[in-house]
Each structure stands twice: as structure tokens, then as C-alpha cells.
């Protein structure tokens, strides 16, 4: 069993930016699939940006040019770098891992506002 423990959420005016970090309790290296998704109040539950094990990444076209996902597989870390957020960004951000499992995090709290 992998379990994963996000960090770096907060609060932050329109336009800065978050660096999340989601921490695996083992290897990441065999989960082909590691991805960021976000809820907001009274929404559902949309992914955000995903690492497939081969180095592709994908991106909700709401993020696109403002967030990036990396995976340090050494580290059993992925990270979402956040920039240029804005007040609907607002959101509790999860990290899930899919292999031969479905793991996901506890979900960290992000807020833009000013």
C-alpha cells in the first residue's frame, strides 16, 4: 500500500502562485498514473493535470500555461507548480496515484483571494 500526503496549500492573492508537493509513502516509480484534481464548493471533482509513467502530461484547459506537473520518482514525490491563479483556482487540491491500485491523498486547501 502507497499513501500519499499532500502538501502546500494556502492562501494567495490573484495572480501569485503554489507549489503543491504530494509525497508518496513508497515508490511511485511502477504507478503509471499520477494526477492532481480539485474540487470546489458545490462541484464536483475535475482533474487538473496528470503524469503517465512515459513523461506525457496532460492539462484541463483551465490550467493550461499556468500549471505544471513534474514527478521526481527518486524523491516518490509529484509536484504542481501554480501560477498566475485566479479566485476560481480556489479549490481542496487531491493527488491520487493509479497502478494496480487507486490511491489517493487527504487533499490540501488552496485559496485565491484578496
Known amino acids: 500500500q502507497v499513501q500519499l500526503v499532500e502538501s502546500g496549500g494556502g492562501l494567495v492573492q490573484p495572480g501569485g502562485s503554489l507549489r503543491l508537493s504530494c509525497a508518496a509513502s513508497?515508490?511511485?516509480?511502477?504507478?503509471?498514473?499520477m494526477g492532481w484534481y480539485r474540487q470546489a464548493p458545490g462541484k464536483q471533482r475535475e482533474l487538473v493535470a496528470s503524469s503517465i509513467s512515459n513523461g506525457d502530461t496532460n492539462y484541463a484547459d483551465s490550467v493550461k500555461g499556468r500549471f505544471t506537473i513534474s514527478r521526481d520518482n527518486l524523491k516518490n514525490t509529484v509536484y504542481l507548480q501554480m501560477n498566475s491563479l485566479k479566485p476560481e483556482d480556489t479549490a481542496v487540491y487531491y493527488c491520487?496515484?493509479?497502478?494496480?491500485?487507486?490511491?489517493w491523498g487527504q487533499g490540501t486547501q488552496v485559496t485565491v483571494s484578496s
Open positions: 513508497g515508490s511511485i516509480f511502477r504507478i503509471n498514473f
Open positions: 491520487r496515484g493509479l497502478g494496480h491500485h487507486d490511491y
